[in-house]
């Protein structure tokens, strides 16, 4: 099994080269345009109008962005691709909000803010299954991140939902029966199997080009219960109309039609039967006042330092923030500053200056001192 290091490169170095393609993913055919518009009107549904900290997790190119800068939010970004965070303050201009956006570039397991810093957490990238092994980390830390009775909003790829979205792909590239002969090596059997949480391995020769988890509902309810979240909502997204586009550009031409398709999308979405078929599921959690028992025990004095991971060096200065024990249990109290190396490869958000404390904006977040900053 891959390290989560590797795994993240490999997410990066992927997505790095795919910006395009990401911002395209829900445009074009109606029944993409359907599921775009159903997981806006869930999170235009769950968060509250009004000022405040929310962190869009896997923003990518900034797809749903402008949904959440139109609650009247400030927003932090925060993704694993600098390319993705570019493209994403190129499209948004100060009119649709960009003034109140920040830009990070951190893995979602190691946040490098403050606990209780935002109001609400939106990822809807998978960003779950992308995190394979680390997915109850990465909870744990949105749940860290997130304030007591704060909202997270993700969209999770169940079984069944994946495995159709597989099969549409090999069709529309003719390679379905080549599929459909030996399901086994595509991995589809071990998918689709009877577990709350099954997973994909990386073997990118078998069309396995990420390692990623998916969970059916109940396993979904597991891991955020464990983090200290709630469950308040679900819906499947597009159990109707997903993959069918003769269904969906019929509805599409007439604004009424599209309407009703949508209300009868969110109604038949939230059926127990649905919840896994259609374009996967989406769900609304609130955080807990209390923490869970079974949440992981918090990691002692966090402090946040710029580190830069070997597989992330590539000749050009890049940042890295992690989250870091500034002592090891055990070990006598020792503090870890940044090397002067780490210090000038870090990329600051807008607004930093060169040789000042780095800060979000007015987020609560551990001070950098850093000789010299980048903005992205």
């Keep these: 099994m891959p390290s989560g290091s590797t795994r993240r490169r490999r997410i990066r170095e992927r997505f790095d080269a795919s910006v395009s393609r990401e911002w395209n993913r829900y445009a074009g055919t109606a029944w993409h345009v359907l599921v775009r518009e159903l997981r806006e009107r869930f999170v235009s549904r769950h968060l509250s109008k009004g000022g405040g900290w929310v962190l869009e997790l896997g923003p990518g190119p900034g797809r749903f962005t402008p949904t959440i800068l139109r609650s009247g939010a400030r927003v932090v970004a925060a993704d694993l691709s600098v390319p993705m965070l570019r493209s994403l303050g190129n499209r ?188 996967g599921f989406v769900v609304a959690a609130v955080r807990s006042r209390a923490r869970s028992r079974r949440r992981p025990r918090a990691r002692p004095a966090l402090k946040l330092v710029p580190v830069i991971p070997t597989e992330f060096v590539s000749g050009q200065p890049i940042s890295f923030h992690e989250a870091v024990p500034d002592r090891v249990p055990g070990s006598p109290s020792r503090s870890r500053p940044p090397s002067r190396t780490a210090c000038r490869a870090v990329r600051a958000l807008p607004g930093a200056s060169p040789g000042r404390s780095w800060n979000v904006g007015a987020i609560p977040c551990s001070n950098i001192s850093c000789t010299t900053t980048e903005r992205l």
């Design 92 to 279: 948004l201009s100060s009119r649709s909000g960009g003034a109140r956006l920040r830009r990070v570039r951190a893995a979602g397991e190691h946040l490098p803010f403050e606990e209780g810093t935002f109001r609400a957490t939106i990822a809807l990238g998978n960003l779950l299954g992308f995190s394979a092994a680390d997915g109850p980390r990465l909870l744990g830390e949105v749940a860290r991140v997130t304030c007591p009775g704060g909202l997270l909003v993700l969209d999770v790829a169940s079984p069944v939902g994946a495995a159709t979205d597989f099969l549409q792909t090999a069709t529309e590239q003719r390679l379905l029966l080549r599929v459909l002969r030996n399901p086994e090596y595509y991995f589809l059997n071990e998918v689709v199997r009877d577990a709350d949480r099954t997973r994909q391995p990386y073997a990118p020769k078998r069309w396995g080009f990420f390692e990623f988890d998916f969970y059916t509902t109940r396993g979904v309810d597991k891991v955020l219960a464990q983090a200290g979240f709630r469950p308040v909502d679900r819906m499947a997204i597009a159990p109707v109309g997903a993959y069918r586009d003769r269904l969906t550009t019929t509805a599409r031409r007439d604004r009424t039609a599209w309407k009703s398709l949508l209300v009868l999308e969110e109604r038949a979405g939230r059926r127990s039967g649905t919840l896994e078929t259609g374009h």
